[in-house]
């Protein structure tokens, strides 16, 4: 449509997707550029309307290095498994909330995931990888879950990276909380929330470190979640082959 | 909003939420996804364009 060098850059830089220097170069080209000036008010609104999809989730700063491990594996898998692997299924309703403009520090639970009723996961080791991540098949034992749901647990690292798929959305007012369950038996609240997309998968970081957690657990609970179970556990991994 | 989101094909999705709400570069995730940076910014483009005529037909304004 355009001649200009730059013409598909308008989306990345309002996604906050260029570096810092790249970003700069292009708010001087834009001064001069008519045809990215369009791109930018054209784009605009939808790149804005953007946090209205998601809450607000504060990232840990070890959750970059995981993100980029998990999307690398799920690429593969794609990859082999064909075009028709990835297809979107059928709308389902998300609660959704909002985040800041260029959440640089800030990850959405869009990426995170959930839905549970009753389960009850034993963890059966699916493989390793060179990068030392070891993923942990979750056994769905509740019936009322969707048919075809799974979960995984990713450990890299003593620390972990639950993602679920075909999950039904939390129930209305409340959301998934992903709880530590260690020697003692007494589950341990983590700030990990999380819904599902309309697709029924996501991911979301475990916080902190794996070390001497026997079990990761995920409730249904209020939202703004819960310092004690207030129903039972959903789902349960292993943390450990 | 999220269901519009959704809605859009899953590769355009992808360096959406990537770039949006993990906070990756086109570079990072060019890298993450093995494609070129081109096609990176291409699906960004494309993404945010579909977005606003679904914004637009939905009546969603901002």
């Known amino acids: ?241 | 909003m999220r269901t519009l989101l959704d809605d859009l094909p899953a590769e355009q999705r992808r360096v959406i939420e990537l770039a949006y709400f993990a906070g990756f570069t086109h570079t990072e995730i060019a890298d993450m996804l093995t494609i070129p940076v081109g096609t990176v910014k291409g699906r960004m483009r494309l993404g945010l364009e579909k977005l606003r005529l679904r914004m637009e037909i939905s009546g969603v304004t901002t």
């Open chain 1, 1 to 241: 449509m355009s001649s200009c060098a730059s013409a598909d850059t308008a989306g990345a830089y309002l996604l906050g997707a260029l570096s810092d220097d790249e970003a700069y170069a292009f708010e001087l080209h834009l001064s001069a550029c008519v045809m990215c000036q369009h791109d930018m008010r054209r784009l605009e609104g939808a790149a804005g309307a953007l946090g209205t999809a998601v809450p607000t989730v504060q990232a840990p700063p070890e959750l970059g290095m995981r993100i980029r491990s998990i999307v690398r594996s799920e690429a593969e898998l794609l990859r082999a498994a064909g075009p028709e692997a990835d297809r979107p299924r059928s709308r389902e309703r998300s609660r959704r909330g909002l985040l800041p403009w260029r959440p640089r520090l800030a990850l959405g639970t869009a990426l995170a995931a959930g839905a549970l009723a009753g389960l009850v996961v034993g963890a059966i080791v699916l493989g390793g990888s060179p990068s030392g991540t070891h993923v942990f098949h979750a056994r769905i034992l509740e019936a009322s879950v969707t048919p075809g749901a799974s979960a995984s647990l990713a450990v890299t690292g003593g620390r972990g990276t639950l993602s679920v798929n075909h999950f039904p959305s939390p129930p209305r007012g409340k959301v998934y909380e992903v709880w530590l369950l260690g020697p003692g038996g007494s589950p341990r609240p983590t700030d990990a929330l999380f819904s599902v997309s309309s697709n029924g998968s996501g991911t979301v970081a475990v916080p902190g470190s794996l070390r001497g957690v026997r079990e990761i657990l995920v409730t249904a609970e209020p939202d703004g979640g819960s310092q004690k179970p207030t129903s039972s556990p959903l789902l349960a991994a292993r943390t450990y082959a």
